[in-house]
């Protein structure tokens, strides 16, 4: 059985920072491409950063130079280091395991940037 648990969530003021994890079970972490992906109320979901079996990234032009995307392949944990966070990074954050044709979602979690 896969999970994907998504974990680090919260409030957070505008300027601030957040760390998101994502622990895996059920796969061989190593091999998949994961990804964060993110969806704001009223909008469709979109891919925030991802990294490859070889953790090379990718990140959407909103969020370079703001956030990174990790993993651990020791612990089949990926990471999303969230700095200078604006409200427009309002969303539920959503982890994604990728391979071939299989594919992956976590349940999500919540990041609400206010003041």
């Known amino acids: 059985q896969v999970q994907l648990v998504e974990s680090g969530g919260g409030l957070v003021q505008p300027g601030g920072s957040l760390r998101l994890s994502c622990a895996a079970s059920?796969?061989?972490?190593?091999?998949?491409?994961m990804a964060w992906y993110r969806q704001a109320p009223g909008k469709q979901r979109e891919l925030v950063a991802s990294i490859t079996s070889g953790s090379s990234t990718n990140y959407a032009d909103s969020v370079k130079g703001r956030f990174t995307i990790s993993r651990a392949n020791a612990k089949n944990t990926v990471y999303l280091q969230m700095n200078s966070l604006q409200p427009e990074d309002t969303a539920v954050y959503y982890c994604?395991?990728?391979?071939?044709?299989?594919?992956?979602w976590g349940q999500g979690t919540q990041v609400t940037v206010s003041s």
């Open positions: 994604r395991a990728g391979w071939g044709q299989k594919s992956y």
């Open positions: 059920g796969i061989i972490f190593r091999l998949y491409v």
